[in-house]
């Protein structure tokens, strides 16, 4: 948090935070943690009108914040430049779901240049949905008043083709350190909360999933700094 706090403290304009980690390491609900405690540590005040000025609002990227408190912190995942499924059938990559080729990483990276443009201007991020396993189009606002914005994801620290294009847009990197011990059951109860029966996950995990954990881990040295999370701490 610490950390998070300093990329705030410095100069005016919008700094991007990068998390990095395996497959079911836990990025996404760190990245809510940190979004939630750094919008309770710096509220900042904002005119409202209406109701949202007596009950509160919902903040640009769908997180109630406090009546009266601007939106200090955003995200933009890199799970929401997910290629389309008819894309990926098109592709033949159905089967590859969440390896490095079944991303627009162009995409993404030109997102991440655009939030750091001059002026601070109003960027909409998509996500990822779980339930409908495709991503969504413009669910996170990240409006100029927004100062950080966290992005998550698996190959923010990857050196090949588009992917080399993100780095240079994050001023740090967290690694998020998780064994396979950790991961392989989150993946497999992920994907039987998909749809899937318990050997259509186990084949999905060990021969996707993991070997794409193992493709992050060699990217962990080029982190600014590494997280080690006791067991259970993220649930």
Known sequence: MD??????????????????????????????RLVAELEARHARPAPLAGPAAVAGRV????????????????Q???????????????????GRKGAPDTFDAAGYAALLASLRADGLPQVRAPSFDRDLDEPVPG???????????????????LT???????????????????????TRPRLLARHRAGG???RQARELVEGNDLPNGRLVAATARRADHVVELAPGELG
């Open 139 to 157: 669910t996170h606002l990240i409006t100029p008043d927004v100062r950080l914005v966290v992005c998550e994801g698996n190959y923010l620290l």
């Open 160 to 182: 090949s083709g588009d992917w080399a294009l993100v780095r240079p847009s994050l001023d740090e990197t967290w690694y998020l350190r998780a064994d396979v011990e950790l």
């Open 59 to 74: 903040s640009p990227a769908g997180r109630v914040s406090p009546a009266g408190q601007a939106p200090l912190v955003g």
């Open 76 to 94: 933009a995942p890199m799970d929401g430049f997910h290629l389309p499924g008819a894309e990926l059938r098109r592709r033949g990559l159905a």
């Open 3 to 32: 950390r998070a706090d300093a990329l705030l403290a410095r100069s005016a304009g919008r700094r991007l935070l990068g998390i990095v980690g395996p497959p079911g390491a836990g990025k996404s609900t760190l990245a809510e």
């Open 196 to 198: 899937l029966d318990a």
